[in-house]
Structure formats: structure tokens, C-alpha cells
């Protein structure tokens, strides 16, 4: 699976929108872009996947840009328990299954 | 929602013990569990890829006669750290695809070992 880079870290004040930014200028035409979001001292947990068009869900949207280069997690008002790293990662179609590399992650932190 | 349990959630042991971590999937059946250790301020690190029925795969660098990974039924995978010390004080944590589903992986809560 390709690589991506993301800002080590972000904040936010609550209640605001917040766009968490990943590049992965490498990725292949099978790559999905997946999210995962890990509050503190729990496990991760999903947040969103997408392959070329907008996705939406009741925890976040996901814009990925024409070219696929880069993606934006968009949390649309923060709260104080969105405080988390966010990953996004990429994973090919036909590694369904396999394992999930993480990188380091954006640490986002929410200001009340 | 697919539900990924482990315990203990917290363990304290002495050097030189062994300690086994458990990994439940309760509501659907995996045929694959991953295993993860983390140390603070770090990002989650892969050690294994533990499949029901067969032998663990290990991550380069990671001692498979260390960590003793068991995968026998569907829904239960285990992480045996054998004589225990320090440097294995860590969080550990598994997940899990649901069987038939997504390419979404579902995690535990995570177990924190600390190793006196």
C-alpha cells in the first residue's frame, strides 16, 4: 500500500469545522483512502472510506480531489471527544483483508 | 456494529512472568486478527497477523518464540508475552476483520502491560 504524509498536528475550537489534510501523491487507481481515529488510551476506530467520489456518514465527510493525490477528512462541528490522531491510510482493493500499516497520524486537539 | 473485546484491560506483572492477552471478536466471526503493540507518543506498530487455524505471521523483527500467538476458534485469538520484562511494557492491541464484510478492521480497547 502507498504512502500518505499528514501534519503531525492540528487544533480546533469546538463546534468549528475541521479539515484534516493527507497527501499520497503515489497512489494506484485501486487504492482506497480509509480513515481511522484513535482516542486516547482506547483502540482505533473506523471512521471513512472512500475511492474517487465525496463520501459522507454520520461521523465525518471525506473529499478527495480529482486526481486522487490528496483527501480531506472534514469533521463538520468538533467536539471536545473528537479529540484523537487521525490516520488515513490507503489500502489496495486486492489486499482486502490484509494488514493496516499505520503511519504517525494528525493529532487533532479541541479547544472549548 | 462489529465488537472487538480483550482482556485483560490492564496487567501488572513481574520480570520474568508470562502474561496472555485475549481477543475476542463477540458478534461476528474472523478469520483473521491482527496484533499491535504502541508505546507512548507513538503510532500503532504491527507485530503479527494471526490466522484461525494456522500459524501466525510476524512482522520482521518481531520474536515469534516471544510472542506466542494462538488463533483457535473464529471468534478468540491470543497473545502469549513470555518471560516478560520491562522493554515489552507496552499497549497492546488487536483487531479484526468481520468475516464476509468490508475492508474495515475492528479494534479492541487495547490491554496495558507494564512489566516490573
Known amino acids: 500500500d502507498a504512502k500518505t504524509t499528514q501534519p503531525n498536528s492540528m487544533e480546533s475550537n469546538e463546534e468549528e469545522p475541521v479539515h484534516l489534510p493527507c497527501n499520497h501523491s503515489?497512489?494506484?487507481?485501486?487504492?482506497?483512502i480509509h480513515w481511522y481515529r484513535q482516542l486516547p488510551s482506547q483502540g482505533p476506530e473506523y471512521v471513512i472510506h472512500?475511492?474517487?467520489s465525496n463520501v459522507n456518514n454520520r461521523m465525518a465527510s471525506l473529499a478527495i480531489a480529482e486526481d486522487r493525490k490528496s483527501s480531506t477528512l472534514i469533521l463538520h462541528r468538533a467536539t471536545l471527544r473528537d479529540a484523537a490522531v487521525y490516520y488515513c491510510i490507503l489500502r489496495d482493493f486486492y489486499n482486502q483483508g490484509g494488514k493496516l500499516i499505520f503511519g504517525q497520524g494528525t493529532e487533532l486537539s479541541v479547544k472549548p | 456494529g462489529a465488537v472487538v473485546s480483550q482482556h485483560p484491560s490492564r496487567v501488572i506483572c513481574k520480570s520474568g512472568t508470562s502474561v496472555k492477552i485475549e481477543c475476542r471478536s463477540l458478534d461476528f466471526q474472523a478469520t483473521t486478527m491482527f496484533w499491535y503493540r504502541q508505546f507512548p507518543k507513538q503510532s500503532l506498530m504491527l507485530m503479527a497477523t494471526s490466522n484461525e487455524g494456522s500459524k501466525a505471521t510476524y512482522e520482521q523483527g518481531v520474536e515469534k518464540d516471544k510472542f506466542l500467538i494462538n488463533h483457535a476458534s473464529l471468534t478468540l485469538s491470543t497473545l502469549t508475552v513470555t518471560s516478560a520484562h520491562p522493554e515489552d511494557s507496552s499497549f497492546y492491541i488487536c483487531?479484526?476483520?468481520?468475516?464476509?464484510?468490508?475492508?474495515?478492521?475492528?479494534f479492541g480497547p487495547g490491554t496495558r502491560l507494564t512489566v516490573l
Open positions: 503515489t497512489i494506484s487507481g485501486t487504492d482506497y
Open positions: 472512500g475511492l474517487t
Open positions: 483487531s479484526a476483520y468481520r468475516r464476509g464484510g468490508t475492508d474495515t478492521q475492528y
